[in-house]
């Protein structure tokens, strides 16, 4: 699969949940920045960074995960903005002109208690990870404190190419209350990503019943649980600290979650030739 840098990583305190800036730098330093609006102009510029959210639990989930964007015409020229419901996707350059990143709005749908698909009422901007016809988009949480941070999870939506929309495989927002029911999502979510496709939700069927083997479940739970111990160890081994050795845990992480969702797309692309 086709693993991007991350741009957007949300923090989490104990009271407070806020996202996580693009970061201060020096206008020299400041990358070129296109913008896709909603009305199918563009605009470009140098990136300054974006406003977000703040606020407690469980207000914050509630909110889009991005206000405004913060651009400069030219580097020397003042900070202009853009509110987040006028832009559809912002791409970033590096010096040679090679997209960095990319982070595209996703209006969302949800599946509810009762296992249907309804619309989230809020938008999310999140970076694309994987560009196939059902393509993934994502980020990580970490838990902060003043100096410390704790990688918190990963969350990551699937958007058929041909949708204007994307499916939470989990809703973020609830994560703590439906562990029972989170392969009973994700699947359903799935089966709605490529609800097209006859021979794919065949394949649904019968990954759903591989979730419901123990021997599957607990070698997945393994497989998390290593990984973990990996960044510990290499953490360790390379004298990281407790940050950095969080954010190698975070990147394992996200990685494995890529290849858990991307197996199932594979499937997608191999047989339905839409």
């Not at 609800?195 to 997945?220: G, I, S, V, W």
């Amino acid at each position: 699969m086709k693993f991007k840098l991350l741009l957007l990583l949300i923090c989490i305190t104990s009271t407070k949940l806020f996202s996580q800036p693009y970061g201060k730098q020096g206008t020299k330093d400041l990358p070129k920045v296109e913008f896709l609006l909603t009305d199918g102009s563009k605009a470009d510029g140098f990136f300054v960074g974006f406003t977000y959210p703040n606020g407690t639990y469980p207000a914050f989930f509630d909110k889009d995960n991005i206000y405004n964007f913060i651009y400069k015409k030219t580097k020397s020229s003042e900070d202009e903005k853009f509110g987040a419901d006028e832009v559809k996707s912002v791409k970033i350059y590096d010096e040679y002109g090679d997209v960095t990143n990319e982070i595209n709005r996703l209006d969302m749908k949800y599946v509810d208690k009762d296992g249907k698909v309804s619309d989230k009422k809020k938008r999310s901007f999140q970076p694309l990870l994987y560009d196939g016809k059902i393509q993934i988009y994502g980020s990580n949480i970490k838990m902060c404190s003043t100096a410390i941070c704790n990688y918190g999870y990963s969350q990551l939506y699937i958007r058929n190419a041909k949708d204007d929309f994307a499916v939470m495989p989990v809703d973020y927002d609830k994560l703590g209350l439906f562990a029972g029911s989170l392969y009973d999502k994700m699947v359903e979510a799935f089966r709605y990503a490529g609800r097209d496709c006859p021979e794919f939700q065949k394949y649904m069927n019968t990954f759903e019943a591989k979730l419901q083997d123990k021997d599957f479940k607990k070698a997945l739970n393994t497989k998390f649980k290593d990984i973990r111990k990996q960044a510990f160890d290499e953490g360790k081994k390379n004298k990281l600290g407790h940050n950095a050795t969080q954010d190698l845990l975070g990147d394992y992480m996200l990685q494995a979650y890529l290849e858990f969702y991307g197996g199932i797309i594979k499937e997608y692309e191999k047989n339905c030739p839409y």
